[in-house]
């Protein structure tokens, strides 16, 4: 007897829709041949009650699919104006019957299979837009933390200070406002709805268990500024007049504060410990 | 009971035998997932005066970010023991050696305390069967799992505890789970984290023995016991009688293996968001934690809580 053969034979059908359909309806004995088991491991397979065993298949469908439903719930909700989701997951169960189910896995696949699945069906295009939206916010949600910057308060804040902004992140472009349409009531009407890009920087949460924060780009006019890396503050106030000075430095400390942005001393400057005992960059 | 196993055991001792590892007593705690709701749930636990002497934490939930399983035990300040699903105890394929390094990764950088893994099988080399599944009961799956568990543990940095799976599924093969758990404890000489939850779940699947199953396992080998803790209110709605009445199985069962002298656990771990759609409340925590407390770990802080310390 082979272990396993026997344990493929559980794998294979408890994963595998069209393999749990095929054995229990009349393709068992080449089925069996086909995963290459004998006598003993046949015997021992067949006492398993298969009516349990399509219970659990299920159970663990259903505990696949609560994962991926928490990550694309905007994206499902509003497909089911269309259609009903469990339908759709059930494909993508079916489509993605093997393989380890590791979260970046899954939403690698999942995305795929839904873009397929709604140019395939020509549902409408807002909802890759969603799909992509809510695969770029988990993935930037379960991103490792990177190391974080330094002084945010404005009277610490200097000109020879650069900034960057905080990683990870990701600068998403979509071809509809996907954050309005996410929070709107899913309807079919949406059906029409006239393309507007949208650029959207989704950023880890330092503060949050595995959650982004998104923000309009059109909101942070800084963040252009900062894509092609950091910035020194002496750079970016050079091009403002100098009453506009300050208020910047309050931008700037309030972006910080806010975690969007990290604060960086060159490193030649070290640190000392002031008389309040805070360690200060000079 | 497999030769090894018998082997293993040796004859019957006179007076208690000494527990396998970890032979420390930690106390009582809760899972811990690493989710916003388990965020938000520890403040108001811990506003209500909630604590736990020690938490779960389940590796799968770090594998994006190894480091942050390190910030987020510093910020707790208290024994961690990490769950776990990578050893693939059951599969005769073999988990990838960057999967085992993972979890070993994880371990040190929450310096657990020790890792509660899965009697399972969990399908093929890199091919997911989709969860716990109930080994076949033949020796061989027996002899695999021990070879496989005998490996983990000499190649880890904490000890290994093995946790009974649901039945899914009537018995196919020879041993029972009860049978198999007992000889893998032995015959890897490991600890059991015995779950309560689990033969709960059974229930939903495949009835269990219970009577069978508790006959089978030696109390002297559980070191944690996993418990659940629903949400009190909503285990009165209506159509919740049967869950309702597992977690007063469960509690009567506590009450019972705290009375064997043999059973002499290291922890006490309750499971927050078994069989009730919400999490259970702080104040049900920590009067539930109290109570594993006193009943295993010789506290009394009941006097402590009705004098007015913790309302």
């Known amino acids: ?282 | 009971m497999l030769e090894v196993a018998r082997t293993l055991e040796g004859p019957a001792v006179a007076g208690p035998r000494p527990v396998p590892a970890p032979t420390e007593t930690y106390g009582a705690g809760f899972l811990f997932h690493y989710s916003i709701k388990y965020q938000n749930f520890f403040k108001r636990f811990q506003e209500v005066g909630g604590h736990a002497d020690i938490y779960e934490v389940l590796g799968v939930q770090y594998n994006p970010d190894p480091d942050s399983l390190a910030r987020f035990a510093a910020q707790l300040n208290k024994p961690i023991t990490l769950h776990s699903f990578e050893y693939c105890l059951g599969n005769v394929e073999r988990p990838p050696k960057k999967t085992l390094d993972r979890i070993q990764t994880l371990a040190r950088n929450c310096k657990a305390a020790y890792i509660g893994e899965h009697m399972a099988i969990m399908g093929l080399g890199d091919y997911y069967c989709g969860g716990f599944m109930q080994p076949p009961g033949t020796d061989e799956q027996t002899l695999v799992m021990i070879d496989n568990l005998i490996d983990a543990k000499n190649n880890s940095c904490c000890p290994i505890i093995v946790e009974n799976p649901s039945q899914f599924v009537n018995q196919y093969g020879r041993a029972s789970i009860g049978e198999q758990l007992r000889d893998l404890s032995v015959g890897a000489d490991v600890g059991i984290l015995l779950s309560l939850s689990n033969i709960s779940i059974s229930e939903e699947f495949h009835k269990q023995d219970r009577e069978e199953f508790f006959s089978r396992i030696p109390l002297d080998r559980v070191r944690q016991i996993h418990i659940l803790c629903g949400n009190g209110e909503e285990l009165n709605w209506p159509g919740m009688q049967k869950t309702k009445e597992e977690h007063e199985w469960a509690l009567r069962m506590l009450c019972q293996l705290a009375k064997e002298p043999a059973c002499r656990p290291a922890t006490v771990m309750f499971e927050l968001e078994a069989g009730t759609p919400s999490i259970a409340e702080p104040e049900r925590l920590r009067d539930r934690l109290i109570m594993a407390r006193e009943l295993f770990f010789g506290a009394n802080e009941t006097a402590h809580r009705t004098n007015g310390g913790i309302q």
């Open chain 1, 1 to 282: 007897m082979s272990l396993r053969e026997v344990q493929a034979f559980v794998t294979y059908y408890l994963r595998d829709p069209e393999f749990r359909e095929g054995y229990r309806n009349g393709s068992r004995d080449a089925l069996e041949a086909q995963l290459r088991l004998d006598n003993n491991d046949i015997k021992l397979v067949r006492e398993i009650n298969l009516d349990e065993l399509d219970h659990i298949a299920v159970g663990f469908r259903d505990d696949r699919v609560a994962k991926r439903q928490s990550e694309y719930e905007e994206f499902l909700k509003h497909l089911g104006a269309y259609m009903d989701p469990a339908a759709f997951l059930a494909a993508y169960d079916r489509d993605y019957p093997g393989g380890l189910e590791t979260q970046s896995l899954e939403l690698d696949r999942f995305l795929a299979f839904a873009v397929e699945f709604l140019s395939t069906h020509r549902l409408p295009d807002y909802l890759i837009s969603l799909a992509y939206f809510c695969y770029s916010f988990c993935k930037i949600a379960i991103a490792p933390v990177q190391k974080q910057g330094g002084p945010v308060e404005p009277g610490e804040l200097h000109p020879y200070h650069s900034i960057r902004l905080r990683e990870p992140y990701q600068i998403a472009k979509f071809r509809y406002d996907v954050v309005r349409i996410a929070q709107s009531e899913p309807s079919s009407d949406l059906a029409g709805i006239p393309p507007q890009p949208t650029e959207l920087l989704i950023q880890k949460d330092h503060s949050l268990f595995k959650r982004a924060q998104v923000y309009y780009c059109s909101e942070l006019p800084l963040v252009g500024a900062l894509l092609s890396g950091q910035r020194m503050l002496f750079d970016l106030v050079s091009e403002l007049p100098s009453e506009d000075y300050h208020g910047f430095i309050n931008h700037i400390s309030d972006l910080a504060h806010r975690g969007i942005i990290d604060v960086i001393t060159p490193a030649y400057f070290g640190t000392y410990k002031s008389v309040a005992g805070n360690v200060v960059a000079r």
